[in-house]
């Protein structure tokens, strides 16, 4: 499974990039505004590309497919690991469609339901990204949906990735990895966590006791 940092904040990115664990990078609008303005938003994700070495996901904020075709070819050519995300829309589908065709990678986000996972993987997306912790927070479960689309695309031999986001805790990746999603973007928060058992702390801490005693 591969671990993307859910992420526009370069102490973050660089902190888990040094662990040689990290595979990529998502990024949305809401994570880059929190930035703030020192940064253009093409410079931060070229410095992001330049850092991580694998797939960097910039989003179009064109609504209209024109647009968002016009856009998705200007990122593009930002650095070799962007990866275009789209928003799942019809406009969104059809730009996908289009700039798959031409060889530009395409995360499909926002993405709620298996019929929009099928629509983005015929549209030819590297990547679709479904959020399981918006779905748990509205009482729906975001695991059975991953579930679904890992069924669908193995039925059809679909080549487009799951790329399992929103995720709140680290259940959510064990539970996507047993299920064989291919990614789990994660918070700088969530990835941390992971480290972490209590049983780990007490038993280390025995272990040195004892041998303190010898
Ligand atoms: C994924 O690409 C999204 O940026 C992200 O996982 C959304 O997570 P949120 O629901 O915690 O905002």
């Not at 024109?66 to 930002?78: D, S």
């Not at 590297?126 to 912790?133: K, N, Q, R």
């Not at 064989?180 to 780990?200: C, E, R, W």
Request: charged letters at 25%; one cysteine or more.
């Amino acid at each position: 499974m591969k671990f993307f940092l859910d992420s526009a904040n370069l102490d973050e990115i660089k902190e888990i990039a040094s662990t040689g664990l990290l595979d990529g990078i998502t990024t949305n609008p809401s994570l880059v505004s929190q930035q703030g303005e020192q940064k253009g938003f093409h410079e931060l994700v070229k410095e992001i590309c330049e850092i991580v070495q694998g797939p960097v996901s910039a989003e179009v904020l064109s609504t209209e497919y024109k647009k968002m075709v016009k856009e998705a070819e200007v990122l593009a050519k930002i650095h070799k690991h962007i990866v275009v995300k789209m928003p799942m829309t019809e406009d969104g589908i059809r730009a996908t469609k289009h700039v798959s065709d031409k060889g530009i990678n395409v995360n499909l986000t926002l993405v709620f339901s298996s019929s929009q996972a099928l629509l983005a993987a015929k549209a030819g997306a590297a990547y679709v990204s479904p959020f399981v912790g918006r779905l748990d927070d509205v009482s729906t479960s975001g695991m059975q949906l991953i579930e679904e689309i890992v069924q669908i695309y193995e039925n059809y031999d679909f080549r487009t990735e799951v790329l399992v986001a929103s995720i709140r805790h680290p259940m959510h990746i064990a539970e996507s990895a047993l299920l064989g999603a291919d990614v789990a973007t994660m918070p700088y928060k969530i990835f941390k966590q992971l480290y972490n058992h209590p049983l780990s702390d007490i038993g280390l801490e025995r272990f040195l006791a004892d041998w303190g005693k010898k």
